[in-house]
């Protein structure tokens, strides 16, 4: 009798010294990255933190849209909205390099059937002495619809609100944080309302809950999106990197290859120099921890440009729908 009792008290203690181990070791990894900074005389990466302007390029594009039915397209649409892509990346006086990337897109209701729909997203980023932080944010109308019959229901709407999705988040050594809330705004897409969208999705955020996240060790921890697809499109021998997004990791795999017909599409519009070359890189992303199926992409860039803007991207974002944004001369 005192065998099993012994036992089950050994048990009980081994297993509470090994959650007090855990609970320390995770607390630890989460407050590494913060000590980390502040023993390097860093401040958290803020958004006043911005890289030179006049160290940047930028695209404004013409957006196009497929619609798609088993696989067979069936309508095609040119000019139902645009979008931006920006690249800006300066060294700091310290020494630091900061670089800012952002994807922005729309649609323009009077030339999308009355559909609203607007989305950006923004990653700012610090590496100094091998020490690699950033912070995102990004904003976008909730779009519910799964089919084709769902997408129509949804067109020539005459609602003066839309429901809106908005995340934020900071990736540090060893440490992601992330915030994200809903909320109801104007159904504008203007990028002249795009300033008091923010401050509604700010203000949304106020009251959310941040969730962190343990992500293993300095060397290891992962980029945000743009920014790991930024590595990969700036070296032509890599092929696969890790991101996160909303705490959660995920796989970007891309291929390249020159494509001869885009080289002489886009030096006949004058988008590129005679002597430059257009690669077509194709893509996938897949979250880690699922087996959900993967988003394909594609894009299109000059190759050996010190900051490559794409001149084209295409995606699927539902099954029904492909986009398409066109670089403008």
């Known amino acids: 009798m005192n065998g099993p009792t012994a036992q089950g008290d050994y048990n009980r203690s081994s297993q509470g010294m090994r959650t007090r181990r855990d609970f320390c070791r995770i607390w630890a990894s989460l407050l590494c990255g913060r000590r980390f900074l502040s023993a390097q005389g860093k401040a958290p990466l803020s958004w006043v933190n911005q890289p030179d302007a006049r160290d940047g390029s930028e695209r404004r594009y013409r957006a196009d849209a497929q619609i798609v039915l088993l696989s067979i397209p069936v309508l095609h649409r040119k000019g139902v909205g645009d979008g931006a892509s920006s690249w800006r990346e300066s060294t700091a006086d310290d020494g630091a390099t900061l670089r ?128 790991a697809l930024a590595d990969l499109l700036l070296n032509p021998n890599s092929s696969t990197a890790q991101y996160a997004y909303n705490g959660r990791l995920y796989e970007l795999r891309v291929a390249r290859a020159r494509d001869p017909k885009a080289t002489a599409a886009y030096r006949e519009q004058r988008l590129i120099p005679l002597g430059a070359t257009i690669a077509r890189i194709s893509g996938t992303l897949r979250r880690q921890e699922r087996g959900d199926k993967p988003i394909d992409f594609r894009l299109w860039i000059e190759e050996g440009t010190a900051r490559p803007v794409p001149l084209r991207i295409e995606y699927q974002p539902k099954s029904y729908l492909r986009l398409t944004f066109e670089a403008l001369a």
């Open 100 to 227: 800012l990337l952002e994807f922005s897109g729309r649609s323009a209701p009077e030339h999308a059937a009355g559909l609203n729909r607007f989305g950006f997203i923004q990653e700012l980023s610090r590496t100094v002495d091998r020490t690699f932080e950033s912070i995102y944010f990004g904003v976008m109308t909730a779009s519910p619809e799964e089919t084709a019959a769902e997408a129509r229901k949804a067109l020539h709407s005459n609602s003066k609100e839309a429901a809106f999705s908005v995340i934020e988040g900071r990736i540090v050594p060893a440490e992601i944080e992330t915030v994200g809330a809903h909320f109801i705004a104007p159904a504008k897409t203007s990028p002249a309302d795009r300033a008091a969208l923010i401050a509604d999705a700010r203000r949304a955020l106020a009251g959310a809950p941040k969730r962190r996240e343990e992500v293993g060790t300095i060397a290891s921890m992962p980029r945000p999106f743009l920014h």
